[in-house]
């Protein structure tokens, strides 16, 4: 049995709540707070964790607020938002799907976003305004194209993430086709941005990210019991008054957008939304989609392999993309022959 706890208000409202999960819940919390702190005075001119504080406080000297407030802050900030964007649409995915496989990556919906963004630097060698509107339409219209490929009177797991696969793989073909037209410098330029890098990141890329988080983020939560409901199947979900094929289009459209404003903002990370719900299931052994877990603890794996990428191998020489991508092919692998010996795959 799960240690729940029933949360009483005067006007006579209930919630219950899962203890486990709530503890899990500010541990990240705290654990992203810790390493945004950690991060933000890594770099050529470290800062102790005091003297950020004091300066996030408004209290340290104008050199220190300059590195602190206008140059390492948004970075920070994007790999918060970037990654707790990876996490919540990683889990939406994972559970529409109901699939530990249905994620951005594998679906092909930021390989769709990186065809946006690489259409603008190579045709147009665009601005970094357009590279971001280009990645979130290409991201929009992968997913509208899965979609719609995936329906036979409704979307289901497999079929879904088969669907992904297929669409990821000519979505591929066609990035490295636009590479090879690229000149180059265009072409030097589409291949960091494909690494997936927080390098470089101000307060243009923080605000729009906020804005959309702030919008979808309670949105999502909004409609987590449905979805809880949903993971019974459709038909017992239908029984309950769940309007099935509206809440599933409505978490799917949220989710990518969350994974294509994620990519845009910071390239194609890879395998945080894999790895995130994941592990946010794992922490607090619940068999329900774990948003609020995964949204944390994308937060908390992104800055982290940010940190550990500057002080492994000097700030900003190695982007944080590379040090997720390794890390999470080998959870990948270790997921599969999971899967497989649980006779799943």
């Known amino acids: 049995m799960r240690n729940t706890r029933t ?19 500010v541990a990240l919390l705290l654990a992203a707070s810790a390493a945004s702190v950690v991060l933000i005075g890594t770099g050529d001119f470290p800062i102790s964790f005091a003297d950020v504080l004091k300066t996030l406080a408004g209290d340290g000297t104008a050199g ?22 990876l996490g919540l649409g990683g889990a939406l995915f994972q559970a529409v799907s109901r699939n530990p496989l249905g994620s951005p990556d594998v679906l092909g919906l930021s390989q769709g976003a990186t065809s946006g963004a690489l259409v603008v630097i190579v045709l147009m060698s ?25 329906w036979k009177q409704g979307v289901h797991g497999y079929r879904l ?27 030097t330029r589409a291949i960091v941005w494909m690494t997936g890098s927080l390098n470089g990141r101000d307060w243009s890329q923080v605000w729009p990210l906020l804005a ?25 979900s239908y029984a309950l008054g769940v309007r099935v094929e509206r809440v ?34 794992r922490l607090t052994r619940s068999p329900g989609p774990n948003l609020l877990p995964s949204l944390c ?25 590379v040090v997720t991508g390794v890390l999470g092919g080998v959870y990948l692998l270790w997921l599969l022959v999971t899967e497989r010996k649980a006779g799943r795959i």
Do not use: H
């Open 64 to 85: 220190q607020d300059f590195i602190v407030n206008e140059l390492r802050l948004p970075r920070v900030l994007v790999g918060l938002l970037v990654g707790a964007s």
């Open 212 to 236: 959309l988080c702030a919008v979808l983020v309670p949105l999502v939560l909004a409609n987590a019991r449905g979805l809880r409901m949903m993971e019974m199947g459709d038909d017992v």
């Open 248 to 281: 599933r289009m409505l978490l799917m459209v949220s989710a990518v957008l969350l994974t294509a404003a994620a990519t845009a903002a910071a390239g194609p990370v890879s395998f945080v939304a894999l790895t995130a719900p994941q592990l946010a299931r």
């Open 161 to 187: 993430v088969l669907v992904g696969i297929g669409v990821s793989a000519i979505v591929t073909a066609v990035n490295g086709y636009l590479l090879t037209k690229a000149d180059l410098v265009d072409a």
């Open 7 to 25: 949360l009483r208000t005067p006007g006579g409202l209930s919630l219950r709540t899962d203890v486990r999960a709530l503890v899990v819940v």
């Open 297 to 321: 603890m994308g937060a908390a794996l992104l800055v982290t392999a940010d940190w550990a990428s500057q002080r492994a191998f000097g700030a900003d020489q190695l982007p944080v993309g």
């Open 126 to 150: 665009g601005s970094a305004t357009q590279v971001t509107i280009g990645a979130l339409a290409g991201g929009l219209l992968t997913g509208l194209a899965i979609y719609l490929l995936a």
